[in-house]
C-alpha cells in the first residue's frame, strides 16, 4: 500500500497557516478544521509543521502572551515530508521512531495532502482484514 493509495481514499485538503500568523489564528484554524497539526506555509513553500503538542508546550513556559506570538516562534522549522510513492510501511516506521503523528505529502515540491498516524493505522487494519478474509475463504474452500 502507497501513501498516493491512502490520499485517494481521505482526499488531498491541507489546513495551512502563514508563519506570520498569531497563535491565536492557529487555534481557531485547529479547532475549525478538527486537526491535530497545522501545515506552515510562507512565501517559498513548505516553511514548518505545528502541531498542538507545540502549542501545549509552550504555553506551560509562556503562558497567555503566546497567543500574540506568532505561529513561527513555535513550529517545527525542519519537517520530515513523504510523496505519493512511498509505501505505508516506511511511513509507519519513521512515525514510530521519530514520534510525531503527521507528514505532509509533497509532490514535485507542491504539497499535495498530510497523512496522520490515524490514516496509516486504518490502512493497516484494512489490509490486515482483508488477509484474515482471504486466508478465511481459502480455509472454507479447502
Ligand atoms: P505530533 O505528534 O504531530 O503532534 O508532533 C509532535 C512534535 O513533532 C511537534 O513538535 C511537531 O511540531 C513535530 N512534528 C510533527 N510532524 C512533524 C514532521 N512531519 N516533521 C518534523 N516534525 C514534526
Known amino acids: 500500500m502507497r501513501i498516493a493509495d491512502v490520499l485517494r481514499t481521505k ?4 489546513a495551512t497557516i ?8 492557529l487555534l481557531r ?34 503562558g497567555a502572551a503566546l497567543l500574540a506570538a506568532p505561529v513561527s516562534s513555535i513550529m517545527t522549522a525542519e519537517v520530515f515530508t513523504c510523496t505519493p510513492s ?16 503527521h507528514v505532509p ?12 498516524i490515524g490514516d496509516v493505522v486504518k490502512s493497516r487494519i484494512g489490509q490486515l482484514e482483508q488477509s484474515q478474509d482471504q486466508l478465511q475463504a481459502y480455509i472454507s474452500q479447502g
Not at 18 to 25: C, F, L
Not at 105 to 116: A, C, H, N, P
Open 11 to 14: 482526499g488531498s485538503a491541507v
Open 18 to 25: 502563514d508563519p506570520d500568523a498569531p497563535v491565536s489564528e
Open 29 to 62: 484554524s485547529l479547532a475549525e478544521h478538527n486537526v491535530g497539526a497545522i501545515v506552515v506555509v510562507g512565501p517559498s513553500g513548505v516553511a514548518g509543521i505545528v502541531s498542538e503538542r507545540d502549542v501545549v508546550r509552550r504555553l506551560h513556559a509562556s
Open 86 to 101: 512511498d509505501t505505508v510501511d516506511s511511513l509507519t516506521v519513521v512515525m514510530t521512531e521519530r514520534r510525531f503523528r
Open 105 to 116: 505529502v509533497l509532490s514535485d515540491g507542491q504539497l499535495v495532502g498530510i497523512v496522520s
